[in-house]
């Protein structure tokens, strides 16, 4: 069974569009995370949810917005494309949002903006 | 501010060999450190972590990593490696903690020789 799944792996579209990254956990973790990982392999943090709540919201652009339905689901949002965001996201959950909790990483989604 | 540093950008060890990752983090309090490692086209995967105690951490796979609070490192041990083990590794430390919030370091891609 996958412990976090992420849908879709690869997503090619055209600058300006909107889309959508969806992450399931089935763990029963309370907190998750969206990562973007350049391509340079540099691996930074954008959001963190706690039990639905936000806790981290770096500087990611307006553009940006996650939403989380419910404790299981972590979705990502982006409007009006740029280039500089293509990149590989990955989603990740971790028991609670102690940085002694282990985080569990999907496999990743490679966004490839045109 | 928190950082991770990971000087070798690329290491090319023989099959068989042993194996040093360096890692140096910057952090005021004592850190939470953690080795992660992500195979081609995978999500992380936590190879160990350190929060206290014995400074010498055993992990999966065969790695081990070694705590020195007087050089600010963690570096990242194998005594025999496997072509299995050529991937991307990651080291990190928890920034805050009720966060769940990880700085990552730029990584090492490791190749194996065979």
């Known amino acids: 069974d996958t412990a976090v799944s992420q849908t879709p792996k690869y997503l090619v579209t055209q600058m300006g569009n909107d889309k959508s990254i969806k992450c399931e956990q089935n763990?029963?973790?309370?907190?998750m995370y969206w990562y973007k990982q350049d391509s340079k392999k540099f691996l930074k943090i954008m959001f963190s949810?706690?039990?639905?709540?936000?806790?981290i919201n770096e500087t990611v652009p307006n553009r940006f917005s996650p939403k989380s339905p419910d404790k299981a689901h972590l979705n990502l949002h982006i409007n009006s494309l740029e280039l500089g965001d293509s990149a590989v996201y990955f989603c990740?959950?971790?028991?609670?949002?102690?940085?002694?909790?282990?985080?569990?990483f999907g496999p990743g989604t490679r966004l490839t903006v045109l | 501010a928190q950082s991770v540093t990971q000087p070798d950008i690329h290491i090319t060890v023989s099959e068989g060999a042993s194996l040093e990752l360096r890692c140096n983090y910057s952090y005021g309090a004592t850190p939470y450190l953690f080795w992660y490692v992500q195979s081609p086209g995978q999500g992380l995967q936590l190879l160990l972590k350190y929060f206290s105690g014995d400074t010498l951490v055993q992990g999966i796979k065969g790695f081990e990593a070694e705590f020195k609070r007087s050089q600010s490192s963690f570096n990242l041990r194998k005594p025999s490696v496997h072509w299995s083990d050529a991937a991307e590794y990651f080291c990190?430390?928890?920034?805050?903690?009720?966060?769940?919030?990880?700085?990552f370091g730029q990584g090492t891609t490791l190749q194996v020789k065979p």
């Open positions: 990190a430390v928890g920034a805050g903690s009720n966060t769940g919030k990880l700085i």
């Open positions: 949810y706690n039990n639905k709540e936000l806790i």
């Open positions: 990740a959950s971790s028991l609670g949002p102690s940085s002694t909790d282990t985080q569990y």
């Open positions: 763990l029963g973790h309370d907190t």
